[in-house]
Each structure stands twice: as structure tokens, then as C-alpha cells.
Nanobody, 116 residues
């Protein structure tokens, strides 16, 4: 069982920045792919960014390319999402997700609100 705890959400003005963190319990963090998803009211959960177990490969949704950066520190069992140039449409609950083979785990989410 893996437990994921997100932090770093909050209220920010448009154009501002936030850094989300997700810390994982367990021994398999360094061999797990990690992802950030988000969900707005009335919308489906969508992938924001992903990073491979080593950190050598990343992927981003088109709507965050050039603004968000995903990174990880395997020594700290933590994955980060640096969010710059935030827009009101980035308002959502952001979830951390880990994947290892068929095992998928989710955090409880952290709210990000961007005011115009």
C-alpha cells in the first residue's frame, strides 16, 4: 500500500506561481512513475504532467506546456509540480498519482484557486 500526501495548494492571483508537493510512503517510490492530475467542478479528471521513475522522461498536457514543470526527488520520496503563469482556468483540485505495473494509487488532492 502506498500513501500519497499532497501539499502546496492555495489561492493565488492570475500570473502567480505555486509549487505543489506530493510525498509518498513505502519503498517503491523510486521505481514508480508519478503523475499530476486535476479536476474542476463538472469536469473529468485530466492528466497534467507525468514523470518517469528516474526523472529522465517527462510529459505535459498541451494546456500547461511552458508554464508547469514536474520534477522528483527520489531521496525524499517526493514529486513536485512547479506552476508558473497561473490562469483562472487552472483552478482545480490537483491530485498526485503513482503507477507501478498494475498498481495505481491516488492522493487526497490539494485545492488550487487562481483569481482573475
Amino acid at each position: 500500500q502506498v500513501q500519497l500526501v499532497e501539499s502546496g495548494g492555495g489561492l493565488v492571483q492570475a500570473g502567480g506561481s505555486l509549487r505543489l508537493s506530493c510525498t509518498a510512503s513505502g519503498r517503491d517510490f523510486s521505481i514508480s512513475g508519478m503523475n499530476w492530475y486535476r479536476q474542476s467542478p463538472g469536469k473529468q479528471r485530466e492528466l497534467v504532467a507525468g514523470i518517469s521513475s528516474s526523472g529522465g522522461s517527462t510529459t505535459y498536457a498541451d494546456f500547461v506546456k511552458g508554464r508547469f514543470t514536474i520534477s522528483r526527488d527520489n531521496a525524499k520520496n517526493t514529486v513536485y509540480l512547479q506552476m508558473n503563469s497561473l490562469k483562472p482556468e487552472d483552478t482545480a483540485v490537483y491530485y498526485c498519482n503513482s503507477r507501478l505495473l498494475d498498481y495505481v494509487f491516488w492522493g487526497q488532492g490539494t485545492q488550487v484557486t487562481v483569481s482573475s
